[in-house]
């Protein structure tokens, strides 16, 4: 065990600043705090903005190893450990800063869906903050810092916890599991070109928008306890893909397509009509209906009574340039025929706007998030 | 970044069998999952044993990379990453296994301390598993193991999470931070001398409890909303020591004793007599208080309605042979005086007996935990 090795984690660091705000195509780190603020009375349009600029500068130090102003903290911000800030406006913020005919047209609740058991207490909330590190005590410490330097203006209605593997539990680029075992992230866009056609909100847009993004995220229960239950055939066949290698039913390689047109000797389809994989496929002529995922695991302490021995599941996050085009659609076929139904359940929801990236200059539009929004 | 490197966390396997449980002398993994179980009703000293075989069956395979019998997730056992799993009773379980007799005196309710705010939701359980792991999946995948193994016979009471630095964000051997910033567990035993003095009960006791060990755990909320309104010299005040370096304030390094006859130019004590590293050291001609700290931060969400900003504190953990002779004299000294206390309060406490180590074969004495205990 050589010094550079263990090191190398401690100095890791995500730029900040840039065209796009990171934590959204950067690699997923092992730590998730997802922070739910709603506004305080009293906040208005300058009051928004004074908080956007000071939790960006504070973000921008946090996220290089460096401290931030009015921290007595110093010790506790000397490993980023790949540690990035990404921050998202609900709906009411647009009412707030009184420009609701800015406001994107999909940034609102979304459509219900009939299998969907929302909880308020998992619900819509005026801010998002996206809180990522390969390090829990650099998450924690950069969640306190960003909660108490929001206080006058924001408090935490909710924390979403959730993790993946740890840094080097991994082989580099491999596809995250999630608890049921299942290889959970395959279909996502990878390439700069990807994102441009499936994330970034571009051309058409007003120039405060470019190199935006949409965030949703789902709070998703899922049930370990019957899915237990199950043989692995069973699981497999109600994913439609191999749970040792990811690859689908009709393939050997966790990235091969799928070929749902493939028949077993008894003539039926190898990969069900009903699976997971099926059912979220873009929809013949709209190859708009693909998104980016980066979905966290959580793991927390089973509710007072509840009947399942675990609380387990996702807080499902994902970026798309128009939520209703993008992932409605998809979500709409899940909800009504995924077999995965039988075991999991949407407890959470809610849809935010990301602001385009920050430079500490201001020469990429914005020096701290939404600058263009909120100044204009 | 080669691959050697990224693959080490990956295969890193604390052994499982030995004459002490592993988890307590090991080294501290950034991840825990403490789980306080409750018996259900019927069960009997057989239906103990049968746990007892099947858990520690279960948590040998799954610390060295193996599926446990009766898996269907192979897929999230190849990577154990240090993963231990330490199991300990309560005081009703020897009422439970009709061995009262057997019962070490200090299996009890610590005294009350004058500033306890103890919960009942955080309080005494009849078995406790401390599962850590430097990977959070793998940790997720032990615990929810072991949960369901055991449904018949133990139900979750609480799960307390916690963290400290992740794999390589830290130098090897550094002592671990608290969310106070503070170096946390400075004075530790280290030497195998040292723990046989500190920690592993031997000579003198009965041959089933060689070997063994106490842990207490004190759930302890930090309020980090008035903390962070001190400045660095009060907090180092408080503390008796260096925030920076961990020093004591009358020392360069981390490991220099404190001297606590030394004064400054008013003649004042350079370390307060209240200060925290005062209190804690062992009272004169009683080197005996000493004890092995292994605590964990935590950081959850704000408890609805609450006045504090976060939610953040320790899962203090700490083993020694007797802690009515070991802790309870610190605890009494801290809780007195502790300048400490102003910002800190104890929300929850237990105490387990922690079996001796196993064997496959059963050539330590035990091949599951406890088994003399059981079959006697």
Redo the contacts between chains.
């Keep these: 065990?050589t010094?550079a090795?263990?090191?190398?984690?401690?100095d890791a660091i995500v730029p900040f600043d840039g065209e796009r705000q990171a934590g959204i195509s950067t690699p997923a780190q092992?730590?998730l705090n997802l922070v739910g603020f709603n506004l305080v009375d009293g906040v208005d349009r300058g009051a928004v903005a004074r908080l956007m600029r000071s939790w960006s500068e504070d973000s921008r130090r946090l996220c290089t190893g460096e401290t931030p102003l009015g921290s007595?903290?110093?010790?506790?911000v000397v490993?980023p450990?790949n540690l990035t800030i990404t921050c998202g406006f609900g709906p009411r913020v647009f009412e707030v800063i009184d420009a609701v005919d800015k406001r994107p047209e999909w940034l609102q609740p979304l459509p219900e869906y009939k299998l969907d058991q929302l909880e308020d207490?998992w619900g819509q909330t005026d801010l998002v903050v996206q809180i990522c590190s390969?390090?829990?005590?650099?998450l924690?410490?950069a969640?306190?810092h960003l909660?108490?330097s929001g206080?006058d203006y924001a408090?935490?209605f909710?924390?979403?916890?959730g993790?993946?593997?740890?840094?080097?539990?991994?082989?580099?680029g491999e596809t995250?599991?999630n608890?049921f075992?299942q290889v959970d992230g395959t279909v996502n866009p990878r390439s700069e070109e990807e994102f441009n056609e499936q994330v970034w909100i571009a051309d058409g847009a007003p120039e405060w928008m470019q190199g935006s993004t949409s965030m949703v995220v789902r709070r998703i229960n899922m049930n370990?306890?019957t899915w237990?239950m199950?043989?692995?055939p069973s699981?497999e066949e109600a994913m439609g893909r191999k749970?040792?290698t990811g690859a689908p039913l009709t393939g050997e390689d966790e990235f091969d397509e799928p070929d749902f047109t493939a028949t077993d000797k008894f003539g039926l389809p190898v990969i069900d009509q009903q699976s997971h994989v099926f059912r979220a496929k873009p929809a013949e002529g709209h190859p708009e209906q693909r998104i980016k995922r980066r979905a966290y695991?959580y793991?927390?302490?089973?509710e007072?009574g509840s009947e399942q021995?675990?609380n387990?599941g996702l807080v499902f996050l994902c970026f798309q340039k128009d939520p209703l085009l993008q992932y409605d659609p998809i979500q709409k076929r899940l909800d009504e025929a995924d077999r995965l139904n039988e075991w999991i359940t949407h407890i959470g929801s809610a849809v935010y706007w990301i602001p385009p990236g920050t430079s500490e200059d201001g020469s990429t539009g914005d020096a701290y998030w939404a600058q263009r929004l909120l100044e204009a």
Tied chains: 1, 2.
């Design positions: 065990m010094a090795a263990d090191t190398r984690l401690y092992a730590n007595l903290e110093p010790e506790l490993a450990s207490r390969d390090d829990p005590i650099m924690a410490h969640t306190r909660v108490r206080m408090r935490v909710w924390m979403q916890q993790f993946l593997r740890a840094y080097g539990a991994h082989k580099p995250p599991r608890l075992g370990m306890d237990e199950l043989d692995r699981r749970l040792d695991n793991d927390i302490a089973p007072p021995l675990s387990s």
